[in-house]
T-cell receptor
Framework: NAGVTQTPKFQVLKTGQSMTLQCAQDMNHEYMSWYRQDPGMGLRLIHYSVGAGITDQGEVPNGYNVSRSTTEDFPLRLLSAAPSQTSVYFC??????????FGPGTRLTVT | GEDVEQSLFLSVREGDSSVINCTYTDSSSTYLYWYKQEPGAGLQLLTYIFSNMDMKQDQRLTVLLNKKDKHLSLRIADTQTGDSAIYFCAESVTGNQFYFGTGTSLTVIP
């Protein structure tokens, strides 16, 4: 099992550009989430999904879109990048036992 | 979101016990978690406790839950330099939305 994988590891964007952060899991988990981690603020939930075709907003959804067409994949789209979106992004998945597993993170810088 | 609070820093000497504290506000929290994050890495689940439990022990880790005070603690016995990391407390009511504290940076002094 690879667990939760994220690509890319690092990304630099210019303001206004769009991009997709990829997340995949091979544990057949129903629940998947995206978080951003900023210094002194812990992790904040952006969007989450309770199964294929079902997504919902978390605490800080503005500027981000998600979709869940398969159980395995949960991409996060930045529509028009802003410097405030400079952060480390983590994808996570969890099973019915509510044990959440995290990917290694994507470090995004928006200039 | 729900408020989960932790102190930011803790220093201990190698071999001593570390106690990391966390308070939360949602009395309906069902699951409470401790995660460890090493530099440049993702979060690793250390342990979790159900809200109907008071204590859980797993090798060097002991989790204590005081539901009345909404207080959760993580004790690490015989702390080693490899335990230096950021420790996050998290809570969940539904099991699919998790709320995290700001993290406690543990430094172990040799």
């Amino acid at each position: 099992n690879a667990g939760v994988t994220q690509t890319p590891k690092f990304q630099v964007l210019k303001t206004g550009q769009s991009m997709t952060l990829q997340c995949a899991q091979d544990m057949n988990h129903e629940y998947m989430s995206w978080y951003r981690q900023d210094p002194g603020m812990g992790l904040r939930l952006i969007h989450y999904s309770v199964g294929a075709g079902i997504t919902d907003q978390g605490e800080v959804p503005n500027g981000y879109n998600v979709s869940r067409s398969t159980t395995e994949d949960f991409p996060l789209r930045l529509l028009s990048a802003a410097p405030s979106q400079t952060s480390v992004y983590f994808c996570a998945s969890s099973s019915q036992t509510y044990e959440q597993y995290f990917g290694p993170g994507t470090r995004l810088t928006v200039t | 979101g729900e408020d989960v609070e932790q102190s930011l820093f803790l220093s201990v000497r190698e071999g001593d016990s570390s106690v990391i504290n966390c308070t939360y506000t949602d009395s309906s929290s069902t699951y409470l978690y401790w995660y460890k994050q090493e530099p440049g890495a993702g979060l690793q689940l250390l342990t979790y406790i159900f809200s109907n439990m008071d204590m859980k022990q797993d090798q060097r880790l002991t989790v204590l839950l005081n539901k009345k005070d909404k207080h959760l603690s993580l004790r690490i016995a015989d702390t080693q330099t490899g335990d230096s990391a950021i420790y996050f407390c998290a809570e969940s009511v539904t099991g699919n939305q998790f709320y995290f504290g700001t993290g406690t940076s543990l430094t172990v002094i040799p």
